[in-house]
């Protein structure tokens, strides 16, 4: 940390690839939850000791090489951070990667991250569904990109973080060439990303179909649901009085997986 | 909840089996996540206006029939109850094939519930964890459930929980007598499984292996860590001066392993 | 199949999807299997009977409902008729959501069948890696069909066979539009996937880099590995002779994908 | 093979572990069949002209660290040696980890190998369902085992081949002790295994109970269906004529289920 500080450096990533079990026979999970918590603590302390101020961050990932990470996803973490009282301390680093391993797609766990205020920067190294092991690739492709950034520039980017390629080429890429396509190809995909996502937050087209769904959620009894004082019984009441009959609305799915491909 | 006051009963279960998406592309998921803090809000109200004093649950569940669900695992759960201010009126009921289905080990989601004081009461019915979706069978395996049920009488027991089986008999399971088969096997099978527990408890073997691990955490380098006051730069400063060098010691988990297996 | 005929049908599909067991406990696999094929040979004399010339077609699907299907995959289906002695009657009607539950990519699973003669007709409704169940969705990313439609069309095209859509639209999408959008969704990317398709083949750049690839295999020493009579002795001797050392060569994974993405 | 001639050795396993591709872009599928075929043809050849007895083995294995590999599963390495012509020569060697991560049981694999004559030798290190690689851990669970065991010696046990545990202990277990404990763990295991699975063969429940639900097949509709001549329309003609009408059947998998249970 004293040298990302004198490299003027804005982040710093706690990886816990190996906060972890590899059998719970031997462990205490509860001792092993507060000594992280201490340790995490400890680090905070120095950070403002030294007055560095750049972000601390977790980096959720589930498994591999141990059995069971504590940081398995996003939403692990931030139970955690809740828990220990370092939510504001900490944020999160989410990788695709480690996002579809843990179950969860990579736009998940960033909207997730920002709907929770504890989004800090993001790995976009890929890997493989149909593979269950952490294959670091390069991100080389638009569609899997498109959604992640939307989601990020449409919620005021990514602050202090950044993108990270700790993306590795693969076993058989043996040329001192494959690194230089690797890097090209995934600079590129980003850069046709982020033209896409600009139009798609311009257009809004998506934006103001989801303010639409839920709009009502601003009117009459989206307010007195979200009133203090209001109960179930004075809901109950209210929906009675005033004849209220909610009708299933269609989630328009695909209509609107038609418009991202407009995007793409 | 009037009816079960009414019926004496001790736990409430919100299975949020929908309470998801379908298609990130159509959510507001920090909306909806309010959205679902309300409700819970109003519930617990309502149990306490009515004087139920049975337990409120929720039912992690990572996804089917949704693409994704927020109460995706345990963890999940308690980041939002911990967000919502509700951790103290909601607990847990955990279910062996939902536990599965999120990457995580039945025995695993007791401890981490227990170990986070949030363990309400189970489903035991399993998956099987070549599948992908819900199962829902009858526990059928003494060594899928000594675990879990270790964890469970090694802290306390279950409280006011139980052991649901909501499990059904398989499609081509059509004759009456099957539902008996299912019942009575599940039973015979948590009645054994219960007996060897009983016998790892008081044989004290597996939680003194444990103790016996962590007990340099009561010892003064773990207590100087934990104490308040001290800093990275102060315990840095305690290794230098006491020669401090931690060797790395075996897990012993096959060791562990094979002392688990003389129970089964 | 006579109502095929009659139709003007050109295939005929088993769907063995319930052609599998619950439990292996209640099942005889190797009788199961001669009952398959003593079926499958009672379909084909009838087909030629009625002198119907479509082609007759199995959908390879790995499990659900069952908990393991005997169809499971592609090369399942294949060491079943090549017992069987069914190769040449029976062909394959592939689907991506089931390539993806056995553990394969769609374009795998077309090229396998490429390379073995038995491709027949595709079922084009896709699934969702992330989740382990059919989900029947319509077709709706051109990077998803690309690689399934290069294969197809640099091999020949599908012959008798067709592209069917048997998908079905999500369970909240309660419109009747939304049926609509999500035929013209999935016709849309089918359509922009063979534009896509065609200028890849005509490019020539992927083709021209796999024939270079393996171009070795047309030269001397391997001609001299497939010449009858050559044993590893000779082969060892040539080695030895000639002071072969062929050296690693890089798969170039990264350069591809770039090119791929081009056309995208 | 000249070593394991000269050392008495009765199986030469072939463990395809990177015989497949890292991505379908470069590959020419058919064409690396063709070589794989044409390597194995060598072999068996040299087997014969050096007088080596003992069995060539395939060891199916369906990725890692490949993407993809030909020998998926014991269906893909049939379909591959009937293709060949080598299904005589060759038979598999089956290992419990890879099993399961191509989406099989153990005892699927196995029970498929037997009824397609093509059972060689086993490797029983276990993997994890929970995680997507290759833990290659010794065998710890009888009940894991009882169904694979229960298989082989029911069906002549393994001949020429053995139980092999090519088993690695845990990255944390770095004490010497550890490999004695794995040993001696796996090996009990197998011990308790053979016994419980004696038992089994000789009570016959099971057996008789799979008897029992077939042998309907060895009757007069059974032994009609599958005489030459037989028709679907000489079928249709009988069952209209006798008036037959099966009724569905339980497959009472609990009641198995249960009954397996007593031998643990």
Same mark, same amino acid.
């Given at each position: 940390?004293?040298? $990302? ?14 906060e972890g079990y590899e059998t719970i026979l031997n462990t205490n999970?509860?001792?092993?939850? /507060?000594?992280?918590?201490r340790f995490l603590e400890l680090v905070v302390d120095y950070k ?22 504590? #940081?398995? #996803?996003? %939403? ?19 990788? %695709? ?19 929770? =205020?504890?989004?800090?920067?993001? /790995?976009? *190294?890929?890997?493989? $569904? ?9 991100? *080389? ?13 449409? =919620? ?21 060439? /494959? ?8 600079? #590129?995909?980003?850069?046709? $990303? ?8 311009? #257009? ?25 004082? $209001?109960?179930? /019984? ?6 009675? *009085? ?23």
């Amino acid at each position: 940390m004293d040298a $990302t500080k004198r490299l003027g450096g804005s982040n710093y990533v706690l990886w816990g690839g190996r906060e972890g079990y590899e059998t719970i026979l031997n462990t205490n999970m509860g001792l092993e939850i /507060d000594n992280l918590k201490r340790f995490l603590e400890l680090v905070v302390d120095y950070k403002h000791k030294i007055g560095f101020d750049g972000q601390i961050l977790l980096e959720p990932k589930p498994h591999e090489p141990t059995k069971h990470q504590y #940081d398995f #996803d996003s %939403a692990s973490c931030l139970a955690f951070l809740r828990k220990a009282g370092l939510e504001n301390e900490i944020k999160l680093n989410i990788e %695709a990667n480690h996002a579809t391993l843990s179950g969860h797609s990579f736009e998940h766990e960033i909207a997730y991250a920002i709907a929770n =205020n504890a989004l800090g920067s993001l /790995d976009i *190294n890929r890997g493989d $569904t149909l593979l269950g092991w952490d294959t670091d690739q390069f991100p *080389n492709s638009v569609s899997e990109l498109i959604l992640p950034f939307y989601h990020l520039f449409s =919620n005021g980017g990514i602050g202090k973080g950044g993108l990270n390629f700790d993306a590795k080429i693969r076993r058989q890429s043996i040329d001192p060439e /494959d690194l230089f396509y690797a890097h090209i190809g995934g600079m #590129d995909v980003c850069a046709k $990303t982020l033209l896409a996502v600009e139009k798609m937050i311009n #257009d809004k087209k998506l934006s103001d179909y989801v303010s639409k769904r839920y709009e009502d959620w601003q009117k009459d009894l989206g307010n007195f649901i979200h009133t203090k004082g $209001t109960s179930l /019984d004075s809901i109950h009441q209210k929906v009675l *009085n005033e004849n209220i009959e909610p009708e299933p609305r269609s989630g328009n799915q695909e209509y609107l997986e038609n418009i991202l491909n407009k995007y793409l």
